[in-house]
Nanobody
Framework: VQLQASGGGLAQTGGSLRLSCQAS??????????MGWFRQGPGTEREFVAA????????HYTDSVQGRFTISRDNTKNTVDLQMNNLKPEDTATYYC????????????????WGQGTLVTVSS
């Protein structure tokens, strides 16, 4: 399974960015897997940001992004997006999309495939 994340870049405080992750792979049925976004800032551990169930009906967010970020998926295109609004400098990090072995999880140890990451920088 390959995951290609895109959409990172530079934004100002209060601005918006939309990340996208394209999944591909032989015999990989995208809708069977939960998907998640994680992030890792300089000198920090990778942390959970958001997750979505295989159907797209259920979502889960870490408290710090609740109400500002929205995760969604398109199972016809094998993509999962993260719409990030009202960005803050503390959102600066490399963002990773990942495939979960569970329906939906905030535990990074339950994720089996990872993308290469896309850098988001929020200036104050």
């Amino acid at each position: 399974v390959q995951l290609q994340a895109s959409g990172g870049g530079l934004a100002q405080t209060g601005g918006s960015l939309r990340l996208s992750c394209q999944a591909s792979g032989r015999s990989f049925t995208f809708s069977n897997y939960g998907m998640g976004w994680f992030r890792q800032g300089p000198g920090t551990e990778r942390e959970f940001v958001a997750a979505v169930s295989g159907s797209g009906i259920s979502t889960h967010y870490t408290d710090s992004v609740q109400g500002r970020f929205t995760i969604s998926r398109d199972n016809t295109k094998n993509t999962v997006d993260l719409q990030m609004n009202n960005l803050k400098p503390e959102d600066t990090a490399t963002y990773y999309c990942a495939v979960s072995r569970s329906i939906m999880s905030s535990d990074k140890n339950r994720y089996i495939y990872w993308g290469q990451g896309t850098l988001v920088t929020v200036s104050s």
